[in-house]
């Protein structure tokens, strides 16, 4: 059954494509541009932007409503968060930081031990039955520096306030005390200059003898050799270093020491903080000045030179360390900088370091008797071997005469 497609598009009245009848073209487009403001107008009215700030009462009503909506923006537990982080942190570094010293101190005492042991089995091997590993126990060491030219400086002390003979026995046998003067060889060995010494050592028997040769410009490593030397030879709970031109009153110094005795890790002296002299030339020159930065600093604090103490543990951890332990040119900034970065116990003790009379005779008729007495000026005693008796005469305490 075949259509007649022709009849039918008459019916409809479409003609080859031609709108004769029904819809405009102008009626269509109107249609469609109201069409348009109509969606436009219905989009506003019905979809309004919510309001910000009705959004967040909005919010915290909900969150009274239902609870915190979102935990993890409260800026107040943000806060408590971060400050108990940070006082753990502060606290786990304090703890590291002790660890990290008692490990240090026990390192020093392995050490300390290893080498004992070493030299213990070298001196098995050879025989030699003179090494004392049971270092006799006393209660001070007392270093006298000195030099070979320094023969009328050690006679002066010999008559005023260093006992002699017999009494230097009686000093360490009843009071625990050892006094010597302190001393390398010379640069040839069994020269003129050491056999000076010898003969000295055998008339007085008050030396204690370094493997150091010396020289003014060693004296920081000098004292470092002292120490390791008198640990390995006297277990002591102090040691002290003392210039030979300095007047020093034992029985007062003795109870100066006495108070301290049990502590660890003491460091006794006239603390002081003097300039870095960088310019050559002049007396105290620091050849490594830019260490300590800007021109015109000072020395962190330590003893001045003239006397000063430390305890076994100190005088311990110098001899254990001895090779690693830097030298500055002066012998007490030397000694300062070796216990910085130490949990170590700085004294500032003036009676070390009363002037010649009259302070020093000022002070004993107070009843305040030094335990040592110096010149700032001269660094020591002006012309000690001169003056010696004297300062000992005004300033010595009772009985030491």
Known sequence: MRLKVGSRMQRYGINGGNVSSGFSTKLVSLFCIASFFFGVFVVNRLWSVPDL?????????????????????NCDHKKMDADRHSH???????????????????????????????????????????????????????????????????????????????RLKKLEKDKRIVIRFVIGHSATPGGVLDRAIDAEEAEHKDFLRLNHVEGYHELSSKTQIYFSTAVSKWDADMYIK??????????????????????????????????????????????????????????????????????????????VNRDILHRYANEDVSL???????????????????????????????????????????????????????????CGEEGSS
Not at 63 to 70: E, H, P, Q, R, V
Not at 111 to 134: F, H, I, L, V
């Open 53 to 73: 700030v009705n959004t967040d009462k909005n919010i915290a009503a909900s969150t009274g409503k239902y609870g915190i909506l979102n935990p993890a923006i």
């Open 88 to 166: 753990a942190i502060n606290s786990t570094f304090r703890t590291l930081d002790k660890t990290i010293y008692s490990l240090e101190m026990q390192l020093a005492a392995a050490r300390e031990a290893k080498a004992e042991n070493e030299k213990k089995a070298t001196d098995a091997k050879s025989g030699n039955e003179s090494s004392n590993y049971n270092a006799q126990k006393v209660f001070f060491v007392m270093g006298i520096i000195t030099a070979f030219s320094s023969r009328k400086r050690r006679d002066s002390i010999r008559e005023t306030w260093m006992p002699q003979g017999e």
């Open 242 to 319: 003392v210039d030979d031109d300095v007047h020093v009153n034992l029985g007062i110094l003795s109870s100066l020491l006495s108070r301290h005795q049990s502590k660890p890790r003491i460091y006794i002296g006239c603390m002081k903080s003097g300039p870095v002299l960088g310019h050559k030339g002049v007396k105290y020159h620091e050849p490594e000045y830019w260490k300590f930065g800007e021109e015109g600093n000072k020395y962190f604090r330590h003893a001045t030179g003239q006397i000063y103490a430390i305890s076994k543990d100190l005088a311990k951890y110098i001899s």
């Open 336 to 394: 300062g900088s070796w216990f910085i970065g130490l949990d170590v116990d700085h004294i500032d003790e003036r009676s070390l370091c009363c002037g010649t009379p009259p302070d020093c005779e000022w002070k004993a008729q107070a009843g305040n008797p030094c335990a040592a007495s110096f010149d700032w000026s001269c660094s020591g005693i002006c012309k000690s071997v001169e003056r010696m008796e004297q300062v000992h005469h005004l």
